[in-house]
């Protein structure tokens, strides 16, 4: 009797954790249809534009005619660019045009692909390169040969790679992260706010632990290595950054209060400020987000 009622009683199901949502997939056909668009918004415009090239665009083309990549008093990348914009379609306004409308449409596809490392599905990927492909600050950069739109592709490249580290991605991420402060390095000095940035905010956040570990330490030599060329080029010219920086205040900002140029930031994005505000939030609010802080 005892044995029938042994057998009878059934055994409890063992437990299981439920299983984490699937990550969303990239949004391939989204990505490739908004940097079409994108890439043909801006060849359009070379093609139809009553304009010729920009007073600044002359200087770096003349640059790129002076190389001395070890001694410029400038970051090389974009005179490098102007080389080999020149060599490659001659000397015509799509020449001087094509590199930064290239760079402006990877940092398009770059924006569709953070939104999914961060859990976007296809509306929020779609959303994140829809911002990209209006703003007037993105669009500007792209439409003409200077150093900004490539400083903007950098420091993109470093948010990505930031946020794969956040992730708990090692080693190869790291160097992708040095990678691009390299290639700031070499397009402009601006890159220093991001390294400075990313600096405060590992040592704010979990990520410092990393800081045991050589993967850092690899970053940022391969960052000086990358960027050496600008960098030993101020010090053989005593630093002219310095120089060009007290000019501009003197000449073009002394007019400019500290108050203008904060609120000329949120004007230049324009109601992508929103976006951005919303994203913020959501980043310090939501548990689940704690560990991209960083970012």
Same mark, same amino acid.
């Given at each position: ?78 005179? +490098?660019?102007?080389?080999? #914009?020149? &060599? =490659?379609?001659?000397? *015509?306004? %799509?020449? /001087?045009? !094509? @590199?930064?409308?290239? $760079? ?70 790291? +160097?992708?992260?040095?990678? #691009?402060? &390299? =290639?700031?390095?070499? *397009?402009? %000095?601006? /890159?220093? !706010? @991001?390294?400075?940035? $990313? ?77 951005? &505000? ?18």
């Amino acid at each position: 009797m005892a044995e029938e009622t042994a057998k009878s009683v059934p055994l409890p199901l063992p437990v299981t954790a439920p299983e984490p949502a699937p990550w969303p997939r990239l949004a391939l056909g989204l990505v490739i249809g908004f940097a079409a668009i994108k890439l043909l918004a801006h060849f359009l415009t070379v093609a139809v534009t009553p304009y010729g090239i920009h007073r600044d665009e002359f200087l770096y083309l003349s640059m790129g005619e002076h190389l001395r990549l070890w001694r410029m008093d400038f970051p090389p990348a974009i005179a +490098l660019l102007a080389k080999a #914009a020149r &060599g =490659l379609f001659g000397d *015509t306004l %799509f020449a /001087i045009r !094509f @590199f930064p409308a290239l $760079a402006g449409t990877c940092l398009l596809v770059l924006a569709g692909v953070i939104a999914r490392e961060l859990g976007g599905a296809r509306f929020a990927q779609g959303l994140a390169m829809f911002t990209i492909l209006l703003g007037a600050l993105f669009l500007r950069s792209a439409s003409l040969f200077h150093p900004v739109v490539l400083d903007q592709l950098c420091w993109t490249l470093g948010f990505l790679a930031l946020i794969k580290i956040a992730q708990g991605s090692r080693g190869r991420w790291w +160097l992708v992260l040095g990678m #691009a402060g &390299g =290639l700031g390095l070499l *397009t402009k %000095f601006s /890159i220093g !706010f @991001f390294a400075l940035a $990313a600096l405060a905010a590992i040592l704010l956040t979990p990520q410092r632990r990393a800081l045991t570990t050589p993967w850092p330490y690899l970053a940022v030599i391969v960052a000086l290595l990358v960027g050496s060329p600008s960098i030993i080029g101020q010090v053989r010219l005593d630093y002219p950054v310095v120089f060009n920086m007290r000019d501009l205040q003197n000449q073009q900002l002394q007019r400019i209060t500290m108050s203008e140029f904060f609120m000329g930031q949120f004007l230049m994005l324009g109601p992508a400020i929103l976006l951005a &505000g919303a994203g913020l939030i959501h980043l310090l609010v939501n548990r689940s987000m704690r560990p991209y802080r960083v970012v």
